[in-house]
T-cell receptor, first 111, second 117 residues
Framework: LAKTTQPISMDSYEGQEVNITCSHN???????ITWYQQFPSQGPRFIIQ???TKVTNEVASLFIPADRKSSTLSLPRVSLSDTAVYYC????????????FGAGTRLTVKP | GAVVSQHPSRVICKSGTSVKIECRSL??????MFWYRQFPKQSLMLMAT?????????EQGVEKDKFLINHASLTLSTLTVTSAHPEDSSFYIC?????????????FGPGTRLTVL
């Protein structure tokens, strides 16, 4: 299983763009990259998933370079409600793949 | 996205009792469900992988006789904490794997806060 490394914490201000990078040097060919957001005392919430290049949805963008050894979650114009822990997971797309969480990145958005 | 529910959301019990936590996929069938435990200020720790109709696969260090997992149907998995002790107090979260075409995404339940007195 590919191990992930993220910054422990990040601070930002409302309205700024936030980029959180995750390193996964031993990512396997079949592995996809998934990002989750977790608020205190809640289950993680799916944000975005990708395999290569760039993926964008209504809440975030995911940038994956050609070597796929890292990925960057981009949150445009963050607000106070984006304060949460963000997890990057790497795993096989097949059924039965297990999902082990790294330490995550604690994002604090300040007014 | 897909919805996963957990019941109860919060439980307080006396030491030595057993507690059952249910995890349901509400709008999809989940062949695989996962159980996690999360202590304050820490990340989620995978406890076991549950496959419908077969025995769960436990992570190293997780006692299978203490944390009983039953995945009886494609929409329901249960975790029973047997003879709970205060050190079992934690936030328990389940997730279910939703397969759509070639994609496979984990959707998480809201979690169950267990407090053992």
């Amino acid at each position: 299983l590919a191990k992930t490394t993220q910054p422990i914490s990040m601070d930002s201000y409302e309205g700024q763009e936030v980029n959180i990078t995750c390193s996964h040097n031993n990512i396997a060919t079949n592995d996809y990259i998934t990002w989750y957001q977790q608020f205190p005392s809640q289950g993680p919430r799916f944000i975005i998933q990708g395999y290569k290049t760039k993926v964008t949805n209504e809440v975030a963008s995911l940038f994956i370079p050609a070597d796929r050894k890292s990925s960057t979650l981009s949150l445009p114009r963050v607000s106070l409600s984006d304060t949460a822990v963000y997890y990057c997971l790497v795993g096989d797309k097949g059924l039965g793949n297990d999902m082990r969480f790294g330490a995550g990145t604690r994002l604090t958005v300040k007014p | 996205g897909a919805v996963v529910s957990q019941h109860p959301s919060r439980v307080i019990c006396k030491s030595g009792t057993s507690v059952k936590i249910e995890c349901r996929s509400l709008d999809f069938q989940a062949t695989t469900m996962f159980w996690y435990r999360q202590f304050p200020k820490q990340s989620l720790m995978l406890m076991a992988t549950s496959n419908e109709g077969s025995k769960a696969t436990y992570e190293q260090g997780v006692e299978k006789d203490k944390f009983l997992i039953n995945h009886a149907s494609l929409t329901l998995s249960t975790l029973t904490v047997t003879s709970a002790h205060p050190e079992d107090s934690s936030f328990y979260i389940c997730s279910a794997s939703a397969l759509s075409g070639s994609t496979d995404t984990q959707y998480f339940g809201p979690g169950t806060r267990l407090t053992v007195l």
